[in-house]
C-alpha cells in the first residue's frame, strides 16, 4: 500500500520562504508530485519529481530525495494568493499498473 | 472546453435515494479516479479504474459503486444515500506519469 504525511498547517509572511515537507511510504514508486488546492476549487498540479534533486518552476520548486521516502515542495516571494491547500501525492504501481494517492495536504496561511 | 467535466456540480438528496454522480474527460487517459474530501481528511480514493475492463476499490469504496461506461467515462453511485456521504467529491485521470487532472467536483449534501 501507499501511505504519506505531511504537516496539517503552515503559517508564513508575505515575501518569505516556505517549506512543505512529505514522507512516504510505498511498496514501489515512480514519482511523487504536488498539487495546489484553493477552497472551494478543484487540486491544480504544481509539480513532479521521479527522480532525486530538486525541480524548479517559477517560485515554486520541489525536491525528492528517493533514498529518504522524502520530498518537500518549497515556495518563494510568497504571495497572499498562495494562501491554499497543497497535497503531495506518489505514484506506485498496483497490480500492474500505476495508482496515485494522496496525502490529507497542508493548509499554507500567508499572512501579511 | 475542459478537459474533465463533472455533473451535476451541486446535489441535495435525501437519506435513502439512490445518485450518480458522472465524470467525462477528454484528456484520452485510460486512468479514472474518484475521490471523496471532507474537511481536514484531504484526498479519499473511492474507486479508481485503470482501463474500461478494470475496476478497483480504493480505501473508502464501501456504500458506493462505480461504472466504467467508455475511456472517457466514469460515473459513481450511491446505492442508497446517507447523511456521512455528504462531501465534496471529485472525479480524476492521469497520465502514465501521475500527472493528475481534477474535475471541478461536486458538493452533495445528504439531509
Known amino acids: 500500500g501507499q501511505s504519506l504525511e505531511q504537516p496539517s498547517e503552515v503559517t508564513a509572511v508575505e515575501g518569505a520562504i516556505v517549506q512543505i515537507n512529505c514522507t512516504y511510504q510505498?511498496?514501489?514508486?515512480?514519482?511523487l508530485s504536488w498539487y495546489q488546492q484553493h477552497d472551494g476549487g478543484a487540486p491544480t498540479f504544481l509539480s513532479y519529481?521521479?527522480?532525486?534533486g530538486l525541480e524548479e518552476t517559477g517560485r515554486f520548486s520541489s525536491f525528492l530525495s528517493r533514498s529518504d521516502s522524502y520530498g518537500y515542495l518549497l515556495l518563494q516571494e510568497l504571495q497572499m494568493k498562495d494562501s491554499a491547500s497543497y497535497f503531495c501525492a506518489v505514484s506506485g504501481p498496483s497490480g500492474g499498473y500505476q495508482k496515485v494517492t494522496f496525502g490529507t495536504g497542508t493548509k499554507l496561511q500567508v499572512i501579511p | 472546453d475542459a478537459d474533465v467535466t463533472q455533473t451535476p456540480r451541486n446535489r441535495i438528496t435525501k437519506t435513502g435515494k439512490r445518485i450518480m454522480l458522472e465524470c467525462s474527460q477528454t484528456?484520452?487517459?485510460?486512468?479514472m479516479y474518484w475521490y471523496r474530501q471532507d474537511p481536514g481528511l484531504g484526498l479519499r480514493l473511492i474507486y479508481y479504474s485503470f482501463d474500461v475492463k478494470d475496476i478497483n476499490k480504493g480505501e473508502i469504496s464501501d456504500g458506493y459503486s462505480v461504472s466504467r461506461q467508455a475511456q472517457a467515462k466514469f460515473s459513481l453511485s450511491l446505492e442508497s444515500a446517507i447523511p456521512n456521504q455528504t462531501a465534496l467529491y471529485f472525479c480524476a485521470t492521469s497520465d502514465r506519469t501521475g500527472y493528475a487532472y481534477f474535475g471541478p467536483g461536486t458538493r452533495l449534501t445528504v439531509t
Open positions: 510505498t511498496s514501489g514508486f515512480y514519482g
Open positions: 484528456k484520452g487517459h485510460d486512468r
Open positions: 519529481n521521479a527522480l532525486d
